[in-house]
């Protein structure tokens, strides 16, 4: 009877401990999720960057079309990069030659 009752307590704690390794899996995956979802969210931007200022940068495309990036936050990898460098950016919102930049850039980094 003492065997039985000692099975039964190791059962309850290890069960426990499952729980805890399940909870603390899963927070680590919507963590993961969420750093994912905001790299693939975006769209990409190709070519190359000039006028880096403290709020905003232009990238010109291939097919000579620039496009002006204004941001709050400056973006990850841009202090990796410098005028004249092909780029790829990774943003939210949408692009246009006329109006401003509504969006949100997320990273910068060298093609």
Do not use: Q, R
Not at 10 to 39: H, I, L, Q, R
Not at 67 to 95: N, R
Request: proline letters at 1%; one cysteine or more; a negative charge.
């Amino acid at each position: 009877m003492g065997a039985s009752m000692m099975a039964c307590g190791a059962k309850g704690g290890s069960s426990a401990a499952e729980k805890n390794t399940t909870v603390a899996a899963s927070e680590t995956a919507k963590e993961t999720e969420k750093a994912d979802e905001k790299k693939t969210d975006g769209e990409e931007l190709k070519g190359k960057i000039s006028e880096i200022k403290d709020f905003m940068f232009t990238v010109t495309t291939e097919d000579g079309k620039s496009y002006a990036l204004s941001f709050d936050k400056k973006p990850e990898g841009l202090s990796e990069v410098k005028d004249g460098d092909e780029v790829v950016v990774h943003y939210t919102g949408e692009l246009s030659e006329a109006d401003a930049f509504t969006g949100e850039v997320l990273s910068v980094e060298k093609a």
